[in-house]
């Protein structure tokens, strides 16, 4: 089956609301395609306009060939040949598609009766055999649709789908409101039915689901598709910004973070009539009744040619609402996107610094996406605050460039730092070292403003100022903004550096250890607080902290620091779960206060890596001479987004030795022969 062009609107008197705008989509015998969306999407409309299921006010342009056949403009009795015979629909809730009054296999056999003429006595045989296919049995056939189970109900409506051998499936959410083992047998069913050559469309929200069974991925909104892919990087590798956003709103058992949800809220899409019209060539189906136009509220119009997602994107300018947009490769994807998808706000090259003999910062390289959240991880004295002030602008480097949206910084900061200085926020470790204490809280948050912008104006200067401490679910009152900070809770006082860093409306904030002298209640409200700003605003945060657990709850991506090195980084729950670098499963056997876990001193990994080994060789029980001679470069060690700088690992030969990547059981093996090292 081959979709292209597809559009469907629903007339509203005057108006038309848009449901699907121009769906190109193929289904091919042996595959499964999901579809991803938000309720409202469209995806429901898309797997009815297939069946021609499709309400009275429905007006359908574009083309849906089965075996080339133009189904668009077919006539009743044609698609009823076709329904059940060669495509099937499975639908949302279908339960309450079901006759309650009818015994369930005498409800499987009905197609059975209407297509191929069957005796009611054979048709009810091979409706039993439908079943039994499923995992029910006789006794199940004879019950009513009340008397089963949700996921029996569900296995009942997939026999009657498939009891007529359809080439083509839609399957609407086949397993909402279901249990974990009804979804796994579910899911059984559904692979079956692809091995045995059906051309399947998945429509679910559920994220696993369309990972696991997909072979392709459809991201849907307001009508059109904003991301095709494979659907093993569903999860791990987003490349439009939607698709990011619908990722970490899901609860997945392989998601650490806590939900973050979508900013903003959708809306309909509609068109004047006349419009919808136009949009069409003037033509409309002829299947379709005689449409009546009538006067609307120009207002109401709420159609729009940019990007449908711009008002609640993390990355968007501009430019994404001056034009329509197209689908445009993204390597194995397709997006929808002005910026061609999640843009890279900030990169860092090479970037080295020393304080005196201390190397504090070897060649680092760190690139951050729009919108997301970076954790650096590490003990103290590792680099992370080196780092993360370079990538700021606060500290200068001693070699290396870096870049913010695509500009060179210190040439930006040249020409003028007010400008770039605006676009970054800054929460630094001990905030209040930073901020004279003579300033009352109104003036602390103010004074940002003041330099940056040059505003003298002082109800412009005020407004923004409530404004910003509103957003930190501060009060606007004299009891704040007359006080000095030595007279508010830690926790307010955190509350006031975070409306600072965030006055001047930055794309970037760094947040340094911003709750580490926080008791736990006080650190999980403000941290509550920075995530709500992070979604709402759109903000891309670079966070340091060498809490892992904390790490673990807010993180996208990771980065683990040592001795001014990068030894691992990727999406938080690969690294957290599946840690590659043996320092990082240190510092996880650390976090879950393990006994023995084994440390050295400071000073020692300092030579260690000046020597040019690698950075742990001193600490490590793996470690042979020809680690203290070379260090390992950072590399990608499968096919997610995972980087661990590790001879054990990567399988790269060092001076002296060419290694073999362990497994999981043979590193845990080693270390508990180990009477040194980390025991892991």
């Known amino acids: 089956m081959k979709v292209e062009g597809l559009s469907v609107g629903f007339r509203e008197g005057g108006q038309v609301l848009v449901a699907l705008d121009r769906v190109n989509l193929e289904l091919e015998g042996g595959r499964v395609v999901g579809l991803v969306g938000e309720s409202g999407s469209g995806k429901t409309t898309l797997g009815k306009s297939l069946m021609g299921?499709?309400?009275?006010?429905?007006?359908?342009?574009?083309?849906?060939?089965?075996?080339?056949?133009?189904?668009?403009?077919?006539?009743?009795?044609?698609?009823?040949?076709?329904?059940?015979?060669?495509?099937?629909?499975?639908?949302?809730?279908?339960?309450?598609?079901?006759?309650?009054?009818?015994?369930?296999?005498?409800?499987?056999a009905e197609p059975l009766v209407q297509h191929r003429r069957l005796r009611a006595g054979e048709a009810r045989n091979e409706a039993l055999a439908a079943l039994g296919e499923m995992g029910l049995s006789a006794a199940h056939g004879d019950l009513f649709p009340h008397q089963l189970s949700g996921g029996q109900v569900q296995r009942v409506l997939l026999a009657m789908a498939t009891i007529l051998d359809p080439a083509v499936l839609v399957l609407d959410e086949p397993t909402a409101a279901l249990d974990v083992m009804s979804k796994g047998l579910m899911a059984e069913v559904v692979r079956n039915l692809r091995d045995r050559g059906k051309a399947i469309l998945l429509i679910t929200h559920d994220l696993d689901l369309a990972r696991s069974l997909a072979d392709q991925v459809l991201i849907l909104y307001l009508g059109q598709i904003m991301e095709t892919m494979p659907a093993l990087d569903l999860l791990v590798r987003p490349c439009h910004p939607y698709t990011l956003a619908l990722g970490r709103s899901y609860p997945g058992m392989g998601t650490l973070r806590d939900l973050g949800g979508i900013r903003g809220e959708t809306h309909g899409r509609r068109l004047d009539l006349k419009q919808w019209q136009a949009r069409a060539g003037g033509i409309v189906p002829p299947h379709q009744p005689p449409i009546r136009e009538r006067a609307v509220e120009t207002g109401r119009i709420e159609f729009e040619e940019g990007c449908l997602f711009r008002h609640r994107c993390t990355q968007s300018i501009d430019e994404c609402g001056r034009r329509a947009v197209s689908l445009v490769s993204a390597g194995r994807h397709q997006v929808r996107c002005v910026l061609g998808g999640i843009a890279e706000l900030l990169r860092l090259e090479k970037v080295e610094k020393r304080y005196g003999r201390i190397h504090a910062l070897a060649s680092t390289d760190l690139a951050l996406r729009a919108g997301e959240l970076f954790c650096l991880l590490g003990e103290t004295g590792s680099g992370k605050t080196t780092l993360a002030m370079i990538a700021a602008g606060v500290v200068t480097m001693d070699r290396g460039t870096r870049f913010f949206a695509g500009r060179n910084m210190d040439a930006w900061s040249k020409e003028d730092y007010r400008s770039l200085a605006r676009e970054i926020g800054v929460v630094y470790q001990n905030p209040a070292e930073a901020v004279s204490h003579r300033l009352k809280v109104f003036d602390i948050v103010a004074e940002p403003l003041r330099v940056q912008h040059r505003r003298r104006d002082s109800a412009e200067v005020r407004t923004r100022v409530m404004e910003v401490l509103s957003d930190v679910r501060l009060s606007t009152g004299p009891e704040i903004l007359d006080r000095y900070p030595h007279e508010l809770n830690m926790g307010a006082v955190q509350r006031v550096y975070i409306a600072r860093a965030l006055v001047t409306g930055p794309r970037f904030v760094v947040a340094d250890e911003p709750t580490s002298a926080l008791d736990p209640g006080v650190q999980a409200k403000v941290i509550k607080t920075l995530l709500d700003l992070q979604i709402e605003k759109g903000l891309t945060l670079l966070f340091v902290t060498h809490d892992v657990g904390l790490a673990r709850k807010i993180a996208d991506r990771v980065g683990v620091m040592l001795a001014g090195r990068v030894v691992e980084m990727g999406s938080a729950a690969e690294v957290m779960q599946r840690p590659r670098h043996p320092y990082t499963r240190l510092l996880m056997e650390g976090a879950r206060h393990s006994p023995g876990f084994h440390r050295r001193t400071h000073e020692t990994k300092r030579l260690s890596a000046e020597r040019g080994g690698c950075v742990f060789a001193d600490r490590c029980g793996w470690a042979t001479d020809g680690c203290t001679l070379e260090s390992p470069p950072l590399l990608n060690v499968n096919t997610s987004d995972h980087w661990v700088s590790c001879f054990r690992m990567d399988g790269l030969k060092s001076s002296d030795h060419v290694w073999k990547p362990e497994t999981d059981e043979e590193f845990s093996r080693r270390s508990k022969n180990k009477s040194a090292g980390c025991s892991l």
Request: glycine share 8%; aromatic share 2%; hydrophobic share 45%.
């Open 53 to 108: 299921l499709l309400a009275p006010n429905a007006l359908v342009e574009g083309s849906i060939r089965l075996d080339e056949r133009e189904l668009v403009g077919l006539d009743e009795t044609s698609l009823n040949a076709l329904r059940w015979s060669r495509v099937a629909m499975v639908s949302q809730a279908g339960g309450g598609t079901l006759n309650p009054v009818h015994r369930v296999v005498d409800q499987v």
